[in-house]
């Protein structure tokens, strides 16, 4: 018998690291071999299964990232950039895959992780369920297929507790629309409206923003003509799909060579 993926979850008290490590170690195709947390987190020094409210299961909290990198196949990460780009250096030491599903990235974040990618396998998507990167690529189609005289805007909303805006999906979708009119986003990019704005610029992409209670994530990509709109929409219900894509792109990742990836590759849309 071939021996399973060992991964390690990094942020592992988190929303997301919580749901991660459930459904490793819900799955016959990988197993759990580490859990990190950062130094001084109540959960260090205990087993993972027992702070999660089951069975011990013989993985120890660590802040060691280092020493549980170098016994893994694979490290899946929603976490914070910061950290991110330090969870990037050291998978890249220990030659593992990096999953990372953090958002709120700046440009200098991203350069250092694809510097990290020159010697390790990254995959990064703003959102890793199958439902989200679907609508990804309709996004893009729709937007190729119409011209500016549908304006294009970009709705997320999301609970109480994230710190980033707008969403790391939201900038997905902006990018694919921008990508099917053949413009940059960065430059029709329109976030953030506030007092007088004057009116909408023909061929913008904008965002609105909306946050409350425990909205799990929900995005539409309107389309808004004169006399017709087109909605695509995606709505989260479980986190869950994030986990089991993250899952599957550790997995996927063994296989492939240094370099950076996202959950269009892994999932061959
Ligand atoms: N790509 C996707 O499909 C998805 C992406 N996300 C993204 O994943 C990220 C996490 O989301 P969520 O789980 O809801 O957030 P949480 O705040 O619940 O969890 C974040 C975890 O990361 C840890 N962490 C934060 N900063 C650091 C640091 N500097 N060093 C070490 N650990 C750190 C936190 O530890 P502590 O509590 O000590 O701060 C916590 O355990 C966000 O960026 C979110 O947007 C979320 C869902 C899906
Ligand atoms: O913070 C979250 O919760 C989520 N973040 C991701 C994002 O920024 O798009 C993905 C998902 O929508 C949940």
């Known amino acids: 018998m071939t021996d399973l993926p060992g991964i390690v979850i990094t942020g592992a008290s988190g929303r997301m690291g919580q749901m991660l490590i459930k459904t490793v170690l819900g799955s016959d195709k990988a197993k759990l071999v580490g859990a990190i947390e950062r130094d001084g987190h109540d959960w260090i020094g205990q087993d993972v299964g027992v702070v999660m409210g089951g069975q011990p299961i013989g993985v120890i909290v660590t802040s060691d990232a280092a020493a549980a990198f170098v016994q893994a196949n694979a490290v899946i990460d929603f976490t914070a950039p910061s950290a ?22 700046e440009d200098e974040h991203l350069s250092q992780i694809a510097t990290s990618a020159a010697k390790a396998t990254v995959i990064r998507a703003g959102n890793m369920s199958l439902g989200v990167n679907l609508l990804t ?34 900038l997905m979708l902006g990018e694919a629309a921008a990508e099917g009119r053949g413009v940059k986003l960065s430059d ?17 992409i904008g965002f609105a923003v909306i946050r409350g209670g425990d909205i799990v994530g929900e995005h539409d990509v309107l389309f808004a003509g004169e006399g017709e709109r087109i909605i695509l929409r995606h709505v989260a219900t479980d986190r869950g799909i994030f986990a089991r894509g993250a899952l599957r792109a550790a997995i996927w990742g063994q296989d492939q060579a240094p370099g950076e990836y996202d959950m269009m590759d892994v999932l061959g849309l």
Do not use: Y
Request: charged letters at 25%; hydrophobic letters at 40%; proline letters at 1%.
């Open 84 to 105: 991110t780009v330090a969870f990037a250096q050291a998978a890249a030491e220990a030659g593992i895959v990096h999953v990372i599903g953090t958002t709120g990235m």
């Open 137 to 170: 690529g309709l996004t893009k189609k729709v937007a190729a297929a119409l011209g500016e005289e549908f304006d294009i805007e970009v709705i997320e909303a999301h609970h109480n507790k994230k710190v980033d805006a707008p969403s790391g999906t939201a």
């Open 188 to 204: 029709v990019r329109d976030s953030g409206r506030d007092g007088i704005t004057g009116a909408r610029k023909t061929g913008d």
